[in-house]
């Protein structure tokens, strides 16, 4: 699975389980819109560090945490190669 | 040093039956041959009114020692099995030590500038025991806190003893076996109930495997069995379990929960099984006998046998002729203006009864949310293939920290099986907790480092 599909696929099942509703999940999605509240990034960067075995922002000496859907997918990515 | 009328604990054996033995692996001793004779080479005079250190290697000589020295010596330093050696001279100076207590087994180089080293050998040797200016000795026990310098507690005979409120029958019937070490409080306190008791003890020896300690409890026949809920999840799950018939199962020194007090209903459908809550500063505060877990709620605020309970700023307090009179070396003091002692146990309250919900220390903040993490172990540990469970913090970049469990499991499942129960301990979990004491990760791990104390080590690297 795409680091993109399987970030997609995270979000889904953690709003599942937080009994949230996602909004559309398209590149400009603002993240802090997207429908997960702070605990649920929060287990997002946990599980994709489990799937991934990367957390970019633990990892990074100046960590920024990215604005849209599309720039949290690039991080993620970046960090991969 | 003012002399006294005081029990020692060389009184308790005087009319006890000639059926008192203590057993290790390598041997045994019957006590009560300590009435005509000696396990210190005759020495003990040499040692009265000293500071002395006890320092065997074996569980066995210690439990002989204690025996002729209370009430002799001012002072009894127990030095427990894990004690590191790189504190033994800052503990030594402190408690003003001038004697050691040695076995056969004990290195040549521990504590070997105290000018006065005596050993401890069984067996016994008969040997007229010539009464000795009787003493309250002073017993230090030493705490398995963490990390430095680990603190002296001073407690005397009869605050050690204050809750074995029902004397046994001293016919050397009941066999009392301990998973703990008789160095440390929990496993002292066993030591006591036996010797004081008439009743025999069976002892673990260093190194030994769970299932040869517990064939030999087995052999031995053994009546009452103490441990640590860690000690006890550990026990069940090796088959020699069933050769042992307890009537009398005690937990303590960590939380029990009702997982593991369901279990050992379980294992054990015709015993008694009590869980008391204990510590090395507040000595024993009480026993709950029926089975459920947490304590009736009235427990707190009265006086009951001796013992007060109150709750300040969420951790229980207690005030009790139990409690130890106070560090030793140390400026620190022990209780409050008032005489009491905090804990550092955080309780809840559910319905009727309080629920020990974590240390004060032991606190994870998840995004400015606390949580315990025991009382998601307590949750994990319901699941009926969960035997035990550890919870610690995982750093994260939003919430600071997040919860991930490690789980031993009752038996080893299959590969597609292993995923399966993973969804379904955190199904459960989503079902009982807020989202946030929900692991966001399950590992299955085979075993749970359990500290020398008994209790899980919250550090596992």
């Known amino acids: 699975m795409s680091v993109k599909l399987t970030i997609i696929d995270q979000m889904e099942q953690i709003a599942r389980e937080h009994g949230k509703i996602l909004a559309p999940l398209k590149e400009d999605l603002v993240l802090a819109d997207c429908g997960l509240d702070s605990l649920g990034f929060a287990v997002l960067v946990a599980r994709l560090e489990d799937k991934l ?29 | 040093m003012p002399v006294t009328d005081a029990p020692a604990l060389r009184d308790a054996i005087a009319n006890a039956s000639a059926a008192c033995f203590f057993w290790d692996r390598a041997g045994c001793a019957r006590f009560t041959d300590l009435n005509r004779g000696t396990s210190l080479g005759g020495r003990c005079a040499e040692l ?42 800052a503990v030594v100076e402190a408690a003003g030590i001038d004697a050691v207590i040695v076995d056969s ?27 000795l200016p009787r003493v309250k000795t002073e017993w230090i026990l030493m705490t398995s806190g963490t990390t430095g310098v680990p603190k002296l507690v001073a407690h005397d005979l009869e605050g050690l003893t204050a809750a074995m409120r029902t004397p046994s029958p001293a016919d050397g019937a009941e066999v009392w076996g301990t998973f703990y070490d008789i160095r440390r409080y929990g496993g002292l306190q066993i030591y006591l109930r036996a010797v ?65 007090l369901d279990s050992l209903r379980a294992a054990f459908p015709a015993a008694v099984i009590g869980h008391a ?5 507040a000595g024993v505060v009480f026993d709950v006998n029926d089975g459920l877990a947490g304590f009736p ?14 709750i300040a700023d969420g951790s229980l307090r207690v005030r009790s002729r139990g409690a130890a009179f106070g560090y030793v070396g140390s400026g620190q003091s022990l209780a409050d203006a008032d005489g009491f ?32 993490p025991e009382e998601i172990e307590a949750v994990i540990n319901r699941h009926p293939q969960v035997r035990m469970s550890l919870v610690r913090p995982k750093q994260n970049p939003v919430t600071g920290a997040v919860v991930v469990a490690d789980v031993v499991l009752k038996s080893e499942g299959e590969g597609a099986r292993k995923i399966e129960l993973k969804d379904d301990i955190l199904k459960f ?32 690297g």
């Open chain 1, 53 to 81: 075995g990367i957390d970019p922002f633990t990892a990074a000496e100046d960590a920024f945490f990215p604005v849209t859907l599309g720039e949290f997918v690039k991080v993620y990515e970046h960090a991969r190669h």
């Open chain 2, 277 to 281: 809550y204990a510590s090395t500063e």
């Open chain 2, 48 to 89: 009265a009114g000293r500071s002395v250190l006890v320092a065997t290697a074996s569980q066995l000589t210690t439990a002989l020692a204690l025996i002729e020295l209370d009430g002799a010596a001012r002072r009894l330093l127990i030095l427990p099995p894990d004690a590191e050696s790189d504190h033994l001279g």
């Open chain 2, 341 to 372: 002692v905090d804990t550092g146990d955080i309780l809840e309250r559910r319905g009727e009864r309080y629920h020990f919900a974590g240390r004060t220390g032991g606190i994870i903040n998840i995004g400015g949310l606390k949580v315990h």
């Open chain 2, 429 to 460: 979990c989503r079902e009982t907790l807020p989202r946030h004491k929900v692991p966001v990760a399950i590992s299955f791990v085979p075993a749970l480092r359990v500290a020398a104390s008994g209790k899980l080590l919250r550090r596992q």
């Open chain 2, 105 to 131: 087994a004990t290195p040549a180089d521990r504590a070997s500038d105290i000018p006065l080293r005596v050993n401890c050998s069984p067996p016994i040797v008969a040997a007229t025991v010539d009464p």
């Open chain 2, 196 to 260: 004081c008791g008439g009743a025999s003890l069976v002892l673990s020896s260093a190194g030994e495997a769970v299932g040869d300690h517990l064939a030999r409890l087995a052999e031995h026949g053994v009546t009452h069995l103490s441990g640590t809920p860690s000690q006890w999840r550990r026990a069940l799950m090796v088959p020699a379990i069933r050769n042992v018939a307890p009537r009398y199962v005690r937990l303590s020194g960590e939380i029990a929960d009702q997982a593991i």
């Open chain 2, 297 to 310: 709620a009235d427990y707190v605020g009265g006086v009951r046998d001796g013992v007060e309970l109150k």
